[in-house]
């Protein structure tokens, strides 16, 4: 079964900084690609940053890119979002999934969720 806990939201200033945690079981951290994903109030799910399969390269959306920063720690089954300047437009719920060969908004494996609230 995989199983994804997110920690680490919290409410923060414009500029300000925040590092989101996934922690996985083993098996999934290994086995499956892991990003993360957000949703803003109103808005639909988007993408914010993943590894490809088995701990490839990673990848941004546009609005993140330069700002934010995908990591993991083997020893840990976790991966990590930090988030360096954060922009009010950055408030949401955010999502740690996990897929096979690739995550997307269709992907089976979701965390509960942890709220970034980015103050003006």
């Known amino acids: 079964q995989v199983q994804l806990v997110e920690s680490g939201g919290g409410l923060v200033q414009a500029g300000g900084s925040l590092r989101l945690s996934c922690a996985a079981s083993?098996?999934?951290?290994?086995?499956?690609?892991m990003g993360w994903f957000r949703q803003g109030p109103g808005k639909e799910r988007e993408f914010v940053a993943a590894?490809?399969?088995?701990?490839?390269?990673?990848y941004y959306a546009d609005s993140v890119k330069g700002r934010f920063t995908i990591s993991r720690d083997n020893a840990k089954n976790t991966v990590y979002l930090q988030m360096n300047s954060l922009k009010p437009e950055d408030t949401a719920v955010y999502f740690c999934?996990?897929?096979?060969?690739?995550?997307?908004?269709?992907?089976?494996?979701w965390g509960q969720g942890t709220q970034v609230t980015v103050s003006s």
């Open positions: 590894f490809r399969w088995r701990g490839g390269s990673t």
């Open positions: 999934a996990a897929d096979r060969v690739v995550v997307t908004t269709a992907s089976a494996y």
């Open positions: 083993e098996r999934t951290f290994n086995n499956y690609a």
